[in-house]
């Protein structure tokens, strides 16, 4: 094997761990933005386990994740609750970030 294809095959690695980690770290993200939203909404129980698989099915609406920022701005609205967009954007920056040293730990 030449040079080339070892590293080729050495991106093609790289690349495809960083997508792996991408896809479970919005998973985790979404998984700890549908509590923190879910407690802002006053849910407990079975309710809270409820609004987090709605926000993880969102993810799969659109490319992105804007999918998820319209569906928990739009329940938060809905709810009376006021959080400016900015601050939800940066709750799902902190949580993904979160989210990241958490997969990065387990190993």
Partial sequence: MTTFNK???SFEAKFAHDAELKF????RRNRMLGEWVAGKL???GDDVDSYIKDVIKA???EA????VFV?????LNDAGVDQSDHQIRRT????????IE????DG
Avoid: C, P, Y
């Fill in 64 to 67: 992105g994740d804007n999918d």
């Fill in 7 to 9: 590293r080729e095959e």
């Fill in 102 to 105: 958490q997969i990065q730990s």
């Fill in 71 to 75: 569906k928990v701005k739009k329940d």
């Fill in 42 to 44: 006053g849910l407990t």
């Fill in 92 to 99: 799902m920056d902190e949580l993904f970030a979160k989210a």
């Fill in 24 to 27: 479970k770290a919005e998973a």
């Fill in 59 to 61: 993810d799969f609406e």
